[in-house]
């Protein structure tokens, strides 16, 4: 395959994924345990914690599709397996869509949260 390099090319597109996920994650994790400490809001906790989650599944989604990219262009260099490696490559796009799935959900939630807790801070 004259092309095999194309699936490793996207990989660093999702690294800068996998790098501002982990960052919101450090910082989500760093929030919940100041509210944890000094909040005893559990509705808001509890919301703090599934969005964590959430950002953990998009990791972990991104992760899934860079190995299976990597391995769609180990498989198109060396076997010259043309169908083998589309169909990762594809299967690789469709997770790493999921991924960004979960951090629109993520976003859409996060601004959510927030105008509830200025609410809550101005009543």
């Not at 076997?79 to 979960?102: H, P, R």
Request: hydrophobic residues 50%; aromatic residues 8%; proline residues 2%.
């Amino acid at each position: 395959m004259e092309h095999w390099y194309l699936p490793i090319t996207i990989i660093p597109g999702i690294g800068l994924l996998i790098l501002s996920t982990s960052n919101l994650m450090v910082a989500l994790s760093d929030e919940l345990d100041k509210l944890i400490t000094n909040c005893k809001d559990d509705n808001l906790i509890s919301r703090k914690l599934r969005q964590l989650k959430l950002l953990n599944r998009a990791m972990i989604y991104f992760y899934i599709a860079v190995f299976l990219l990597l391995i769609s262009g180990v498989i198109a260099g060396i076997n010259q397996s043309y169908k083998i490696a589309t169909y990762l490559g594809v299967c690789a796009i469709a997770v790493a869509t999921f991924g960004l799935v979960s951090l629109i959900i993520y976003s859409t939630r996060s601004v959510n949260i927030h105008q509830n807790q200025f609410k809550n801070r101005s009543n």
